[in-house]
């Protein structure tokens, strides 16, 4: 117990100075943890990392898959949803069969089945390490926003695919039409499993006399209640979790009304999700000397070469996909033509190679069972090792030219989006006017009888933040308290109205979701100034 213990604070200690390093080297973190954890994995005499496939699924997937649908704009979303369904089903599709029917050709002894199990394993790119990487260099929204979008779904498409060419090798047997009647349920059941329980969730911090602390905890626990659930019915967990994410990502401005638990959320989520994120990518090049071990009849040079052409086809089938999957309804659709401004050549082709694999192929290759009578999975290590090799290729040679590619060809905002500054000034000014017209309608007494209201309303006027007469006016020892406790009644009422415009704003798409959340994110630090003050 101790010797693990300390194995696995080890392991964090390395992430977190391999990830130090990282941004001192300026290169995204996921790549970089990949190849320090490749060249630790072959150091002598270190134990062996093995990565249990159902740990991944089961403690890495969900909080990684909810924290990218919380802060996935469902506007965004909704507005791009036709690009993305066509990546992230149509891409995923695509890939699986030109991947199977390729490997079978190339590969000697290798069945259709098995293309289509590989297939399925490398065919979703992971949002991750695409987020990190276009981190550092300026996208356009549209592009980023498919990419986000695509990362959600993806996953949940090509587990199906994965899982039903499984069936097929293990049973030997496979029906069309069935195994599309079983795509379409484990979609949709999915989908209906994480609304419920995003529903009673929302009826437990909404109703029920939470702390900060709860509210935190039930945030962490609800991505792993819904994923459970919907697997336990053999439906998809991955479609549950991003379904009931954006629900309740829509809805946290009725239930998370305190700016103390929002801040202490985001000090939980942004905490766990770089830890987790950290672990799995050094764990993906820890593997690789267990992988190579198992390796059996092929040679490393037969796996290599095979791994290779099979990365080189992934990164060209995308490309193949999206150009077409871009322009062909802008020339069969006149409305589409009107309503989106071209994106070019250069956002595609950005979309294109952002393809980088991850996590969840790592995963499902792992996750290959044992055939019935205990006998092992056929092709099962070399799999697995084409598998690593995609990730590696995609994560890292992409991954490094990605940023090259983007100054290269010089992309540019294509859409008609204001500035952020901009923006940020007209939701500011809103938020002024708001907060006036409240404090003019509800505290017209206390502004003429109280100093401090009096003083609010001309700052408000003249837009004016005097932080320092402020604190000096609390200070003053002829400021009565109860004067004091009304003052911050007063704005403690003007921030909750503030909120209700934000999501007002929200609904009518008048900003972009980024800038809303920033001007959120001040409110809740204004409000925390109050409650210090107050305690």
Known sequence: MHHNLLLILSLLFVVFMLVMLGQRLKISYPIFLVLAGLGIGFIPGLPRFTIDPELIFLIFLPPLLYEAAWYTSWNDFWKW?????????????????????????MIPGFTLALGFVLGGIISPPDAVAATSVLKHVKVPKRALTILEGESLVNDASS???????????????????????????????????????????????????????????????????????????????????VSGGLFLS??????????????????VWSTLIFVLNGIIFI?????????????????????????????????????????????????????????????????????????????????????????????????????????????????????????LLIRLIKIKEIDNITPEDEQEAGIELHLMKVALARLEEKYAREITENELAGFLKKDLEHHIA??????????????????????????????????????????????????????????????????????
């Open 250 to 267: 829509y809805r946290s401005h009725e239930i998370f009304t305190n700016g103390a638990t929002r801040m202490q959320m985001l000090g």
């Open 81 to 105: 949803k036709r690009p993305i369904s066509l990546l992230a089903f149509g891409a995923v599709i695509f890939t699986s069969v030109i991947i199977a029917y390729v490997s079978q050709a």
């Open 283 to 403: 764990l993906i090049g820890l593997e690789l000397p267990t992988i190579v071990e198992g390796l059996g009849d092929y040679s490393i040079r037969e796996a290599i070469i095979y791994g290779l052409v099979i990365s080189a086809i992934t990164i060209l089938v995308r490309l193949c996909w999206v150009y077409p999957a871009t322009f062909v309804p802008r020339w069969l659709s006149k409305k589409i033509r009107t309503n989106e401004p071209s994106p070019g050549w250069k956002g595609p082709l950005v979309v294109s190679w952002a393809g980088m694999r991850g996590v969840v192929s790592l995963a499902s290759a792992l996750s290959i069972p044992l055939l019935a009578g205990g006998q092992a999975f056929p092709h099962r290590n070399l799999i697995l090792f084409i598998t690593f090799i995609v990730i590696l290729v995609t994560l890292v040679f992409q991954g490094l030219t990605l940023p």
């Open 159 to 241: 587990l199906i695919v994965f899982r039903f060419a499984v069936v097929a090798v293990t049973t030997g047997q496979f029906v069309m039409h069935q195994a599309l009647v079983d795509f379409f349920l484990a979609a949709g059941m999915g989908i209906l499993i994480g609304l419920a329980i995003a529903h009673v969730m929302y009826a437990l911090h909404r109703f029920l006399p939470t702390t900060p602390s709860i509210d935190a905890a039930l945030t962490v626990m609800t991505p792993y209640f819904m994923y459970i659930a919907a697997e336990h019915f053999h439906y998809s967990g991955v479609l549950a979790v």
């Open 466 to 535: 005097n932080n320092r007469a402020r604190l000096e006016s609390l200070e003053c020892n002829e400021t009565e308290k109860e004067e004091i406790e009304q003052y911050h009644h007063i704005l403690r009422d003007l921030y909750t109205t503030q909120r209700q415009e934000l999501f007002r704003l929200r609904q009518h798409n008048s900003f972009s979701d980024e800038i809303i959340r920033g001007q959120e994110l001040q409110l809740d630090l204004d409000e925390l100034k109050i409650s210090k003050a107050t305690h």
